[in-house]
T-cell receptor, first 122, second 114 residues
């Protein structure tokens, strides 16, 4: 069964510090997707990134970067020069290609980690 | 602006009462989902719908029911059979049903028991 673990329940930093959010996953599948979502205080989750299992290139988007390592089953997320607006709950999620429902149809069940609460202080 | 609208933002349920959470999307997405979020836990899938007039149980469907009569609407009913309904409920949609699809979420409904 697929599983996602975000060991850091809460992280507190001061503005401008760099912070890394850890994500470790378990899957028996060779084809899967990994996601990061951000949940600000308003409640809705916002998509940040999607990475498939065949693409281990790291990605940078502004102050955000992601380090995907299949050897350690990790997909960590780093925020550089954190800002107060980065305060939110961050979720890592895994979707397997061959997950089957009762009817035998492949579907994309998303398994979420427990989330990491990030607080950035001014 | 396109998006997902959930209502109400806060809902209170009395013992033995059924309540319905509304979810409407104008993104023209085929697939819709209901998730439950409890403090300190990730999101858990209640029901999903790949296309209009179709829906399937997720991991924690007991005590819940849904309908998908229109493409843009996917209401969730929390029945009296759900013994621990207090949670934050999130509705989501995706362009189509697939393992690589990103989800778009509503702003959620907080359900509490009186």
């Amino acid at each position: 069964a697929q599983k996602v673990t975000q060991a850091q329940t809460e992280i507190s930093v001061v503005e401008k510090e760099d912070v890394t959010l850890d994500c470790v996953y378990e899957t028996r599948d060779t084809t899967y997707y990994l996601f990061w979502y951000k949940q600000p205080p308003s409640g809705e989750l916002v998509f940040l990134i999607r990475r498939n299992s065949f693409d281990e290139q790291n990605e940078i988007s502004g102050r955000y970067s992601w380090n995907f390592q299949k050897s350690t089953s990790s997909f960590n997320f780093t925020i550089t020069a954190s800002q107060v607006v980065d305060s939110a709950v961050y979720f890592c999620a895994l979707s397997e290609a061959t997950n089957l429902n009762a009817g035998g149809t492949s579907y994309g069940k998303l398994t979420f980690g427990q989330g990491t609460i990030l607080t950035v202080h001014p | 602006d396109g998006g997902i609208t959930q209502s109400p933002k806060y809902l209170f349920r009395k013992e033995g009462q059924n309540v319905t959470l509304s979810c409407e999307q104008n993104l023209n997405h085929d697939a819709m989902y209901w998730y439950r979020q409890d403090p300190g836990q990730g999101l858990r899938l209640i029901y999903y719908s790949q296309i209009v007039n179709d829906f399937q149980k997720g991991d924690i469907a007991e005590g819940y029911s849904v309908s998908r009569e229109k493409k843009e609407s996917f209401p969730l009913t929390v029945t009296s059979a759900q013994k621990n309904p207090t949670a934050f409920y999130l509705c989501a949609s995706s362009l189509y049903w697939g393992y690589d699809e990103k989800l778009f979420f509503g702003s959620g409904t907080q359900l509490s028991v009186l």
